[in-house]
């Protein structure tokens, strides 16, 4: 697997402040990766140290297997920060001729590279209008077009999904995919965990500076397997005492109850959420105590029901 984007350790502190501690990212090369966080997790700050506008503290960056440097920066990555900046009077083809000029490019290719590029974020119509005319969704488009104008392998794209009605959204999204099979490596950011899972192949979630989860979708989500409740039912009625006496030995165990209607269903509340492995480690104790068992359930906490977890109890 070729890594587009790896950092080791990357940690970054503004005066005495801890934004970003000891962050280890790894993104593959030709992926859509969602960086998500609630406000003020650092992701901001990983995304600008990633293009090379701010220089970490300690630790290391790498892009496509090369030392980030100020020039291999410029070179291999495309950012479109959080903001689009005011450009009274510029028409759209100005703005993009413009930064393309600034790459160096001019007469024919400088024409060609605009036209496409205008071409591929659906904005040939809009040429000739002036930017500040144009919706928010056409803008950010247009901002994802600059970013393009050198041809980077690497796109860092900060909150492109904000302020998007759920219509410019779709086609955002589809606008990634068409850039991913591109060849594109494409790592963008988000507080809203919703607006990105969809076209992500992978994910982290990064609070207080520190990731907390990361892997591609499925891996995350069976990391976040399983819940703080389990639901049992065992084949014979007698098997009850030995059930319950063997699980109120377990430190992970809260609390045992039954319905009465059917004392052969058992829901078990767990102190903490437990992992597969603790899933698995409490069956077949239940198993070598003697007890037959017919449904074994562990509720799952969704991705999304992580996040609002994680994001509620922060305080920021
Ligand atoms: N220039 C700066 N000087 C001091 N502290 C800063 C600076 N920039 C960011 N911070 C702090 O670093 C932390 C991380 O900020 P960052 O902008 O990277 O977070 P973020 O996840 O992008 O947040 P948001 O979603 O709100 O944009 C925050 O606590 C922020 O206040």
Redesign the pocket.
């Known amino acids: 697997m070729t890594l587009a984007i790896e950092t080791i350790n990357l940690t970054?502190r503004?005066?005495k402040?801890v934004?970003?501690d000891h962050l280890n990212l790894q993104v593959s090369q030709g992926s859509i990766y969602g960086f998500i966080?609630?406000?003020?997790?650092?992701?901001?700050?990983?995304?600008?140290l990633l293009a090379g506008l701010i220089t970490p503290t300690s630790g290391e960056i790498r892009l496509l297997g090369e030392r980030l440097t100020m020039r291999s920066a410029q070179r291999l990555v495309g950012y479109m920060p959080?903001f689009f900046g005011v450009y009274d009077d510029l028409r759209v083809w100005e703005y993009l001729d413009f930064f393309a000029r600034c790459y160096g490019l001019r007469g024919a290719r400088l024409r060609q590279v605009v036209d496409e590029l205008l071409d591929l974020v659906d904005l040939s119509a809009k040429r000739d209008a002036f930017v500040q005319t144009l919706s928010r969704g056409m803008q950010q488009r247009l901002c994802l077009a600059h970013a393009l104008v050198h041809d980077p392998p690497i796109l860092l794209l900060?909150?492109p999904a904000s302020g998007l009605d759920p219509r410019a959204r779709v086609e955002l999204r589809e606008l990634l995919r068409t850039l991913r099979d591109m060849g594109k490596t494409i790592m963008l950011?988000?507080?809203i965990l919703s607006e990105l899972a969809e076209v992500c192949d992978a994910i982290g979630i990064?609070d207080h500076?520190r990731m907390i989860i990361s892997g591609s979708l499925a891996e995350v989500q069976q990391q976040l397997v399983t819940g703080s409740r389990i639901r049992l039912r065992i084949v014979h009625e007698r098997d009850l005492t030995s059930a319950v006496s063997f699980l109120q030995q377990q430190p992970l165990v809260q609390a045992i109850s039954t319905v009465p209607a059917d004392p052969r269903s058992l829901t078990i509340e767990l102190t903490q959420t437990v992992n597969e492995e603790q899933c698995a480690g409490l069956l077949a104790g239940l198993v070598q105590a003697g007890v037959a068992i017919s449904e074994f359930s562990a509720r799952s906490e969704s991705l999304e029901e992580f996040f609002l977890r994680l994001t509620m109890t922060d305080a920021?």
Request: hydrophobic fraction near 20%.
């Open positions: 970054h503004y005066r402040f934004a970003l966080g609630p406000n003020g997790a650092g992701k901001t700050t990983t995304l600008r959080d900060d909150e950011s988000s507080h990064i500076g920021r």
